[in-house]
């Protein structure tokens, strides 16, 4: 029994290693301030713990998405050989069960919030599906990737709300420019494999240093559009001081990465825009509820 239960939690933290679960603190506080926006307060505890399955079926099964189409491209390089599917520590067959799984748990929890969260979860896996293939042929993948998490905010707007409504646009666009600028920060340590592999990014078309002063541009029009967003929802100093923060924040991630020492670029990604995207949630909060 005690071996079953052990080689049990074995897969079950291999399948986490895989959709990098840790990386949920990026999109989930997002989808969260897009509720309580949408709700002028704290939504139902039934309609968050839907938004929290979706939002964890959909990352679910775009990183599944992700690692399977990708699997050769990670072989071939040294940095993600050792990722689970190219390494054989998962099957392919197993990931695509896997990722079936997690999409399905993403539609019935579209279909347990509302008809338009339902009607509009195809086109969501759709961008899914795109981002996988566009470091093919574009260096605009970062928007791809960025437009796909932007649907956490307006998502959950959705699943509150049940419309698309205007207000919530500046907060998703926020995400895009958001995510965009530290992806390009990201694919600085694939720059020369992008190129010799013919795959595509800012990095590879730009150069570190152009490359930095883009990323250092997105996260301005990051901040401008969180500016927006408080104007826009009339909200209190609470969540100004939190926008403030946020800039602290976002100077201080640039602060680590230069164009000739990348060597806190890990500190960078993670670390403070999982910061970020907390800061956004608790500050919204507490400004709806003071």
Known sequence: MAKNIQMAKNIAILYLKMIK????VFALPFAFTGAILAASGIPSLKQMFWIAVAMVGARSGAMGLNRIIDRNID???PRTANREIPSGKIKVRDAVIFTFISLAVFVFAAYSLNPLCLKLSPIAIAVLVLYSYTKRFTWM????LGIAISAAPLGAWIA?????????VPLSIAVVF??????VLYALQDMEFDRSHGLHSIP????????LILSRIFHSVTWSLLAINGIIFNLNFVYWTGVFLV???LIYEHSLVKSHDLSKLNMAFFNMNGYISIAVFVFTLVALNI
């Open 178 to 183: 958001w995510l965009a600028g530290f992806d």
């Open 141 to 144: 993948a970062h928007f791809v």
């Open 204 to 211: 590879q078309r730009f150069g570190i240093k152009r490359s």
């Open 75 to 77: 072989a071939a390089n």
């Open 160 to 168: 509150i709300r049940g419309t698309f409504d205007w207000e919530i």
């Open 21 to 24: 679960i840790s990386h949920s």
């Open 247 to 249: 800039a602290g924040l």
